[in-house]
């Protein structure tokens, strides 16, 4: 079966430094996504990416964040001065127009 | 706002045991339901969905029937296996215009001892 892949798979930062998380989505797909879950909690959608642009954010997603498809084949997700609270898994998801959501299999982040 | 509330983990049953893992929504409209699964050391995979009232979803043994009365989508096997531990997520999608946002749960991971 096709594969989200996503790298690295743990980055540990220190708090105010730049990170940028990569993905690369299933080559056909046209749906990009950004989700999170912090430790214990909820999966929680960030943003999604359609047509070069974003579609939708959450309030999560503030100035701090942001996403780019460079190449067309990659998909990042940048955090411009990471703080403690943004320590959490991410993962990047893909879609066609069908309804089926292909995850890929997270970065943890950690800031420290 | 949509959400979905599961029931709280963890769940440790023995090989062949039965499982329900409880799931209930509020969702505005007629939104699509997931069950997701996420096996050590791997990404969320889906498991099983069902897009309308009363569908069943199914998946290797797993089944997840829509019920719009009770808003819930509870997950169920007969017969489970030490293969099944995992975490377990129930999200649903208003689907719009092809672009999917999920909404989920917190998660309910399962052991299932030998």
């Known amino acids: 079966e096709p594969e989200v892949t996503q790298t690295p798979s743990h980055q540990v930062t220190q708090m105010g430094q730049e990170v940028i998380l990569r993905c690369v989505p299933i080559?056909?797909?046209?749906?990009f996504y950004w989700y999170r879950q912090i430790l214990g909690q909820k999966v929680e959608f960030l943003v999604s990416f359609y047509n070069n642009e974003i579609s939708e954010k959450s309030e999560i997603f503030d100035d701090q964040f942001s996403v780019e498809r460079p190449d067309g084949s990659n998909f990042t997700l940048k955090i411009r001065s990471t703080k403690l609270e943004d320590s959490a898994m991410y993962f990047c998801a893909s879609h066609t127009i069908t309804e089926k959501l292909f995850f890929g299999s997270g970065t943890q982040l950690s800031v420290l | 706002g949509d959400s979905v509330t599961q029931m709280e983990g963890p769940v440790t049953l023995s090989e062949e045991a039965f499982l329900t893992i409880n799931c209930t929504y509020t969702?505005?409209?007629?939104?699509?339901l997931f069950w997701y699964v996420q096996y050590p050391g791997e990404g969320l995979q889906l498991l099983l969905k069902?897009?309308?009232?009363?569908d069943k979803g199914s998946n290797k043994g797993f089944e997840a029937t829509y019920r719009k009365e009770t808003t819930s989508f509870h997950l169920e096997k007969g017969s489970v296996q030490v293969s099944d531990s995992a975490v377990y997520f129930c999200a649903l999608s208003g689907l719009q215009g092809g672009s999917e946002k999920l909404v989920f749960g917190k998660g309910t991971k399962l052991t299932v001892n030998p």
């Open positions: 969702a505005t409209g007629y939104p699509s």
């Open positions: 069902a897009t309308k009232a009363d």
């Open positions: 080559s056909n797909h046209l749906y």
